[in-house]
């Protein structure tokens, strides 16, 4: 989307860059994954992508094990994984996963960005039937593997699609095949550099470049929330 999409990629990695709120960020993540299951990411595949990713952003060993521990020690019992959803103008739906110890202060703000940009928070589940939730994993192209191979292989273990982007590799799976997924991609040798559960829209719309930076006005101003760990649209 031209001029937009780079507007979007440069004020990402800006924001990204601030150590200060990546790794608080992905501290909450570890803490709440490790809090769903076991403690153990070889035995909670949520974890080990949350640990997966903040090795990924260079978080510290140090900050990635205290936080597994405020798990374990129920330092973090007060911090709760929820999912709030929007509609945003030019027919654009939101999704907003946060981790918060506040629940009132975080749906508080995040009903005023809605309400500043011409929006507004749905119900929970109103956007049941428009988003899918999918297991993603990026990786670099096998060096050694052969793709077709590769995708054969993954296809018993859940996969539902697999991109090529240059040099990188995105794997698509279904929701409940995300441990089994990461376990297989782990056996072959494939060293994924980032996984997630996200959620995948049913139809996607598209923008003009103006209508698209004044929705990522809005998606800035939700992503720069302390509580919000990820954000996902409709868009193209």
């Known amino acids: 989307m031209g001029r937009a999409f780079e507007y979007r990629r440069a004020a990402k990695e800006k924001r ?23 403690p153990d990411p070889d035995q909670n595949a949520k974890l080990r992508a949350a640990i997966q990713n903040a090795k990924a952003q260079n978080m510290p060993k140090d900050n990635i094990d205290a936080a597994i521990k405020r798990a374990i020690n129920k330092e973090g019992d007060d911090i709760k994984e929820i999912v709030y959803e929007g509609k945003a103008p030019h027919g654009v739906l939101i999704i907003v996963e946060a981790a918060t110890d506040n629940n009132t202060r975080t749906v508080a703000n995040i009903r005023n960005y ?23 994993f990026e990786f670099d192209k096998p060096a050694e593997l052969d793709l077709e191979e590769l995708e054969l292989e993954l296809i018993d273990h859940g996969l539902e699609e697999l991109d090529v982007e240059g040099e990188s590799v995105i794997a698509y799976g279904e929701f409940k095949s995300f441990g089994a997924l990461s376990k297989a991609l782990e056996q072959m040798g494939v060293e994924v550099k980032k996984s997630s ?15 698209m930076e004044e929705i990522e006005t809005l998606i800035d101003k ?14 193209e």
Do not use: C, H
């Open 114 to 136: 809605f309400n500043k940009a011409g929006g507004q928070m749905l119900d929970k589940g109103s956007l049941e039937f428009m988003f899918t939730r999918k297991a993603v």
């Open 222 to 235: 939700i992503e720069d929330d302390d509580d919000v760990l990820a954000v996902y649209t409709n868009i």
């Open 16 to 38: 990204w860059s601030t150590m200060s709120k990546v790794f608080p960020r992905l501290a909450k993540a570890i803490t709440v994954a490790a809090k769903e299951g076991l």
């Open 197 to 211: 559960l996200k959620y995948i829209p049913n139809t996607s719309i598209e923008l003009s470049d103006d209508q």
